[in-house]
């Protein structure tokens, strides 16, 4: 089973390399943009066949060491 | 005093501290990360500075979870005494010894340079051999220094005067331009509820002889070593 986690960064926690990003689009020409958060994507491969199973050990890989739950959100995806 | 740094894939500083400490008269030992106790008799557990697993992931994560790591919590939670510098700050708050976490710098630089910081207690293990209010002058070396926590936990932290080392200028001013990585309230250090675990950005161990350019770092290793 495929599975996709998606981790962000809080609203309010302070983004500077998404702040870096949003000045280089402006700056290549790229207009409208209003903001830009950067975040980390992990695709993961599981042996378990039940998604309900997998979804518990992904929520335990995600709090144990995937997202810093102090200032990062998470997503899992069972895809 | 028996020191035991733990050393990680990618540290590179346990070199500066093990002679930091040796100079103070504490002896030390190496631990590498694997192992799943410290040495009989330690007082202190040293994390160093470095770039542990390569930053990978977020800078400490990986070995703020590694096996010797239990060990280091387990000799905090006895009230062994336990520091974490630069890279070592940032496993410390990953593992959860201390709160918060250390965020890439405001500017978004990686900052080299001397640095100013005012001691805000001296009546600590750590800081003994300095006064409550000294400005002492050390190095910074970090992309990801930059402290943040909860209002919550910046509040508790404040108010139960955890707060240990912050970056001033030399006549010990909280300004703008000293707080370079933007750390919220110019925080350097902190200190766990109990005193007895410390962890900070800068580098103290960088000046413990005149030679190579001062000595304002000595103090720590020398309360440690009192």
Redo the contacts between chains.
């Keep these: 089973m495929k599975a996709r986690i998606i981790v962000t960064l809080k609203t309010g ?2 983004d ?2 998404g702040k ?1 990003i949003e000045a280089a689009l402006s700056s290549f020409g790229i207009s409208g943009v209003e903001g830009v958060r950067q975040g980390k994507v992990f695709d993961v491969e599981i042996a378990d066949t039940d998604a309900a199973s997998a979804e518990t050990t992904l929520k335990s890989a995600c709090e ?3 997202a ?1 739950t ?2 990062e959100n998470y997503e899992i995806e069972i895809v | 005093m028996r020191a035991a740094i733990v050393v990680f894939p990618g540290s590179n500083r346990d070199g500066d501290v093990a002679r930091a400490l040796r100079l103070a008269g504490a002896e030390v030992v190496k631990v590498w990360h694997t192992e799943t106790s410290l040495p009989d008799g330690t007082d202190l557990a040293v994390l160093p500075g470095g770039f542990s697993y390569g930053d990978y ?2 800078c400490g ?2 070995a703020g ?1 590694a096996g010797a790591m239990d060990a280091v919590r387990a000799h905090a939670a006895r009230g062994g005494l336990v520091i974490g510098i630069c890279n070592g700050f940032q496993i410390l ?2 593992s959860g010894l201390l ?3 250390l ?6 630089r990686f900052i080299c340079h001397r640095q100013m910081l005012r001691v805000e207690r001296a009546d600590t293990r750590f800081t003994s051999a300095y006064a409550k209010g000294q400005v002492i002058d050390v190095c910074v070396a970090h992309g990801e220094g ?1 402290y ?3 209002a919550d936990t910046i509040a508790r932290l404040e108010g139960e005067g955890r707060v240990a080392f912050r970056y001033s200028d030399a006549d010990g001013n909280l300004t703008v331009d000293a707080n370079r990585n ?1 750390s919220l309230n110019s925080i350097a250090g902190i200190y766990s509820e109990k005193l007895n675990v410390l962890g900070m950005m800068p580098h103290p161990e960088n000046f413990v002889e005149g030679l190579v350019g001062g000595t304002d770092g000595r103090g720590l290793f020398e309360s440690l070593a009192a």
Excluded: S, T, Y
Excluded at chain 2, 103 to 108: E, L
């Design positions: 926690v302070l500077p390399q870096a144990k060491l995937l810093n102090v200032v | 992931l977020r994560a990986i979870r708050c990953e709160p918060g976490v965020m890439r710098n405001v500017d978004r930059n943040f926590a909860d933007g």
